[in-house]
């Protein structure tokens, strides 16, 4: 059934330009368009136009940028009659590396399409092609930080190579600027730790983007939350004020996903549970695994293993993160102590996120010698032989976020 409506709905989108085209006259012309060479941020594409008509026209301008992250937005433009304008069109480009895009498409308001062109580019991990940004209205009421509205007007993003790694930062972000060293530094030990720890043949090259706060990574990226990784790229708010901040992303968390990348894509459990397990000192927010998983285990918070090895990610409304996180983590330590972590990393390579529950679950007996339902018991019975240290008014703020989040 599914299929039959979709091949209508084809054919209806292929009859309506077909009659537009038919019926439609385009009075407008594209006399030229002109791109500078493409920047980070805020770019201005020239277009010269002319309306042939003896009255007003009105004509739409639609510019995709893409660079790894799409952005783009549609303009409408008055020609009056007989009228040439040149216009000058803010568009913004997604500032990361890798290959890049700029689709520029021009219709009559109600009419065909008049102009459609494509530009291309790429930029380095190392890239120097920085603008400055100005977010366009649209994106400025979008803003989802309500209390620190984006600014008409951002910096470029400076550039600095440290070893491993290449840092962007606003260029008006002094904190950074004058502790680069000791940043550098510290991801450079984390790089280290973690290559060692999960993937000794690791040598690639990371870009880390620093934003003191959450709405000005919002501005640059268009994303939202604390941190955020893809391919060899780590974006993070960097609060200067709480450089100890509990809830700072941690250094190791996003470089252990980047470097287990090409190794392979197994459940959450695994996947999310190695990751925070690896983070520093083996603490979530401030408390070992154990004791979360233990302090969840007593209010009855835990995630059957059933359920949580199914996961594919965690995060999602319904993935409970505030437990699966640690509980996961907690978990693998557990498997590290007693099978070894060559055991748990054979596991990180063979189970696959999203195969057939009983295969995962064969793969896991065949690795560890035992049944998921064993392992759940045993990790539970060790767990409960300690204390946890968690306040248990953090564990109840956790239980209320949970039964709000699952309304
Ligand atoms: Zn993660």
């Not at 999960?198 to 268009?222: I, Q, W």
């Not at 939202?224 to 993070?236: I, R, S, T």
């Not at 990751?275 to 009855?300: C, E, I, T």
Request: hydrophobic share 40%.
């Amino acid at each position: 059934m599914l299929h039959h409506l979709r091949s209508f709905l084809f054919l209806l989108v292929l009859f309506s330009a077909l009659s537009v085209a038919a019926w439609c006259q385009e009075f407008v012309q594209v006399k030229s368009v002109t791109l500078p060479e493409l920047v980070w941020n805020t770019n201005t594409a020239r277009i010269a136009l002319r309306n042939t008509a003896a009255q007003p026209r009105t004509v739409i301008i639609n510019v995709q940028a893409r660079s790894h992250h799409g952005s783009g937005w549609e303009t409408e433009h008055s020609l009056a009659a007989s009228e040439s304008i040149t216009i000058d069109r803010e568009f913004t480009m997604p500032p990361f590396p890798g290959k890049a895009t700029v689709v520029i498409s021009i219709r009559e308001k109600g009419g065909a399409e008049i102009y459609k062109r494509k530009f291309d580019t790429e930029f380095g991990l190392e890239n120097k092609r920085i603008g400055k940004l100005h977010p366009p209205q649209w994106f400025i009421e979008w803003n989802p930080y309500k209390q620190s509205p984006l600014a008409a007007e951002y910096p470029p993003l400076d550039m600095a190579r440290r070893g491993h790694f290449v840092f962007y930062y606003p260029d008006n972000f002094a904190y950074v600027q004058t502790h680069l060293t000791e940043l550098a530094e510290a991801r450079d030990r984390a790089y280290n730790y973690v290559r060692k720890s999960v993937n000794p043949s690791f040598n690639d090259d990371v870009a880390v983007y620093l934003f003191p706060d959450l709405s000005t990574k919002f501005a640059y990226t268009g994303h939202q939350g604390q941190g955020w990784a893809f391919d060899n790229v780590l974006v993070e708010v960097f609060d200067p004020l709480h450089p100890n901040d509990p809830e700072r992303t941690d250094p190791n968390h996003e470089l252990v996903h980047i470097m287990t990348g090409p190794l392979g894509n197994p459940p959450a459990m695994f996947n999310e549970g190695l990751a925070a397990y690896l983070q520093v000192d083996h603490k979530w927010q401030n408390h070992p695994m154990d004791d979360w998983a233990r302090s969840f285990d007593a209010a009855g918070m835990l995630m059957p293993i059933n359920r949580l090895f199914a996961l594919e990610e965690i995060g999602p409304k319904g993935t409970r993160g505030w437990v699966t996180y640690p509980e996961s983590a907690s978990m693998i330590q557990y498997l590290t102590n007693h099978f070894g972590f060559d055991k748990v990393m054979d596991a990180f390579r063979e189970l696959k996120s999203g195969a057939p529950e009983q295969q995962n679950a064969a793969i896991f007996e065949r690795v560890f010698g035992v049944s998921l339902n064993t392992f759940e018991k045993d990790w539970r019975t060790r767990l409960n032989e300690g204390n946890s240290h968690v306040p248990q008014n953090l564990v109840e703020g956790i239980q209320k976020e949970i039964a709000e989040d699952e309304k």
